[in-house]
């Protein structure tokens, strides 16, 4: 069996294909990136997600240990409470997380953006930006190669689909794997942190995760994102040592755009946007959020008009259809490119990260001679087709993710959301089930399964 190590082409330098290029470039195995944006700060859609212990694991088995630790210190400040508020800011449910040292078994609060910046570093040899995958070619020997739209090519020995949900290498490679609409649309708003706005947040809100109940079937959630430096790019007061120390070593900081800021996104069931809302930006798509919002507290609609309208963006959720099993070869796909998720707890991130993690642990075996290529490919889809579509079902279960729930249905809703400030209600006032709450909360893993 041949040792040779093999050459791997990326298709999209989201979080699942740059994480999987650190660890096979760890692995000695030569990686080659191709993303179709012009540049490293297009194509970013919403601003917060959480990484898990799911995501940091395969983060920190993948990425170098320097820059796995510069991951850690450019996370915002954890949250220290999750909140159920209705849309009066009334709270309903309140459970005190718990501050922890393990930088693995907890929940990192992200900005997108950041991590992306994370990502990138180092791998300047490696990322070719403005290269539109168009199709690919596979060869009698083994090889395979990909064509961009700009008339240039170049060929592997595997091609690795992370471009996304709406993949150009599934629809020619699986064009029986469909996604489709889950019903819902969020708008998402970044709200920058200043004494003013903070002001508008009640504290226990302003420093936790806040789930925003609201009536009629319009939904929301309230972060507050406070990152280890100020806009001028100083490092704050209070930051440890080793943090400051990898911040300002950190190539990213000088292109930095992340500021402290307040994430704000609504959401509802997509038949009470207006039709064109995918098109619509800056005000005018704030104008339509403050339209759904007309009964929310003052503060909430005073955050809304003060946001960025540059920042607003319009989100139509999408999920994956479960798709049959495939014969494997050396065209294989990871993260939303194969099961596209709902948002939630940052399912979709972490499963991606999960994915390259698992890819490059087969490849690697690959290289070292254990198993042929297409075998660790085989390998790979037989663990990752079905957890994979497992949480792309346990997402579209997520309160109102999904435009079929209960909750957006004429009176039947209203029984269903007392039903959910309830349930919140309860669990955080009993003991045992609060513990079971904030346990889960630090530790779920999508990769237990």
Not at 135 to 158: C, K, M, P, S
Request: aromatic share 6%; proline share 6%.
């Amino acid at each position: 069996m041949s040792t040779a190590p093999p050459h791997v082409l990326i298709i999209g330098a989201g979080t699942g294909g740059l994480c999987l290029a650190h660890g096979l470039r760890r692995a000695g195995i030569s990686v080659a990136v191709y993303e179709r944006h012009h540049h490293s700060a297009e194509g970013l859609l919403g601003y917060r997600v959480g990484i898990g212990p799911t995501g940091s694991r395969a983060l920190r088995e993948c990425l170098p240990p320097k820059l796995f630790a510069t991951f850690l210190a450019t996370c915002a400040r954890p949250p220290s409470y999750f909140n159920v508020v209705t849309q009066r800011l009334r709270q309903t449910a309140s459970f005190e997380l718990r501050p922890t040292a393990d930088p693995v078994h907890t929940e990192h609060s992200v900005a997108r953006m950041v991590l992306r910046q994370v990502l990138l570093t180092d791998l300047g040899d490696v990322v070719r930006f403005d290269k539109t995958f168009v199709r690919y070619e596979q060869h009698d020997d083994g090889a395979v190669t990909a064509h961009f739209a700009d008339g240039t090519t170049a060929t592997g020995d595997l091609l690795v689909a992370a471009d996304g949900t709406h993949s150009a290498v599934r629809r020619q490679y699986l064009p029986h794997a469909v996604t489709r609409d889950a019903g819902t649309i969020n708008i998402a708003t970044r709200i920058p942190l200043t004494a003013q706005t903070r002001d508008l947040v009640p504290e226990r809100v302003r420093k936790g995760i806040s789930l925003i109940f609201g009536a009629g079937g319009t939904m929301g959630v309230l972060h507050v994102m406070e990152f280890k430096w100020d806009a001028d790019r100083t490092i704050k007061p209070g930051v440890t040592d080793d943090d400051a120390a990898l911040l300002r070593a950190w190539s990213g900081l000088s292109t930095q755009t992340s500021t402290d800021y307040i994430n704000l996104i609504i959401w509802s069931t997509a038949r009470r946007f207006p039709a064109d809302v995918l098109k619509r930006r800056g005000e005018d798509l704030i104008r339509v959020a403050l339209d759904l919002t007309p009964n929310w507290h003052p503060h909430l609609r005073e955050l809304l008009r003060m946001s960025d309208p540059g920042s607003a963006l319009p989100i139509k959720v999408s999920t994956s259809e479960p798709t049959p099993p495939w014969k494997s070869s050396n065209v294989t796909l990871l993260g939303d490119a194969i099961h596209t998720m709902t948002p939630g707890r940052g399912v979709g991130a972490n499963t991606a990260l999960r994915d390259a993690r698992l890819l490059c642990e087969h490849l690697t075996r690959a290289a070292a001679g254990d198993k042929t290529l297409v075998q660790a490919v085989a390998d790979y889809e037989a663990a990752m087709v079905p957890y994979g579509f497992a949480r792309v079902a346990e997402s579209l279960n997520r309160s109102g993710t999904s435009g079929d729930d209960r909750m957006y249905r004429p009176v039947v809703g209203r029984l269903a959301l007392l039903g959910a400030r309830g349930y919140f209600g309860v669990t955080s006032r009993v003991p045992p089930l609060r513990r079971r709450f904030v346990d889960d909360f630090h530790t779920y893993e999508g990769d237990q399964d």
